[in-house]
């Protein structure tokens, strides 16, 4: 039991910042006990994003599986996990929360990775393996176009009518071959026709890695700024 209260402040905000950072819906706080202990407490309020079924059984079989010194009980008709120790806290953050708070960092890196090239995209961070790249475009896809060029292949979309569904297929399957040099095997990508309610759409599905990766190389990449900004080559003497 954390009995000082100095570290149970303390870990509170530790388990408060972590819960924020991996974007888990849940409630943090000191909860004093009739018997005048002070429980630090973490109340799932969603099963979103959280490694185990929110009862009794599976909640205490997941901390004891994973290590964490930490005790589950219901309060009010709610699951809570109560840490036991320092420890536990740290632990509890690294096995349940550190996962989600990694992807969630690489997701950031994408997103500052595109405002850089001024590409308009939402990365939406799914869950410890997977991330989002949503392209919602108006103009014929032409944000998906500037991110091929970003990428080295400024004549991704030669030849397309992509104001047809055949030609956004096409450039589906031409970008799904480009990120496979870029990050490796497995992208997903998926062309979507609009309408009158809805902008044409190009999603790519990506694991947390090969997200880093994009971004890395988007990162690396000139911008048209910097690109009109050079000074031309001086001639040799």
Not at 173 to 202: K, N, Q, S, W, Y
Request: proline share 4%; with cysteine.
């Amino acid at each position: 039991m954390i009995t000082d209260q100095s570290d149970l402040s303390s870990l509170e905000s530790v388990l408060t910042q972590a819960v924020r950072r991996a974007g888990v819906t849940g409630r943090v706080e000191l909860r004093e006990t009739s018997d005048g202990e002070t429980l630090l407490e973490l109340t799932p309020l969603s099963r979103t994003r959280v490694p185990f079924s929110l009862n009794l059984e599976e909640a205490t079989a997941w901390l004891a599986s994973e290590d964490v010194d930490a005790a589950a009980c219901y309060d009010d008709g709610y699951l809570v996990i109560s840490p036991r120790s320092k420890a536990g806290v740290h632990r509890l953050v690294e096995r349940w929360l550190g996962p989600f708070i990694y992807a969630e960092s690489v997701g950031e890196q994408l997103r500052g990775a595109l405002a850089q090239h001024e590409l308009n995209g939402e990365v939406a961070v799914l869950d410890t393996c997977s991330v989002d790249l949503v392209i919602q475009d108006s103009d014929n896809l032409a944000t998906a176009v500037q991110l091929g060029a970003v990428l080295g292949a400024d004549d991704i979309a030669k030849g397309l009518k992509l104001h047809r569904p055949s030609g956004m297929t096409k450039l589906a399957g031409r970008m799904r071959f480009l990120l496979t040099g870029v990050v490796g095997h497995g992208v997903g990508v998926l062309a979507e026709p609009g309408c009158a309610h809805a902008e044409d759409e190009l999603r790519l599905r990506l694991t947390v890695d090969q997200t880093l990766r994009l971004a890395g190389r988007i990162a690396t990449e000139p911008t048209i700024d910097s690109r009109e900004t050079s000074p031309p080559n001086m001639p040799l003497a």
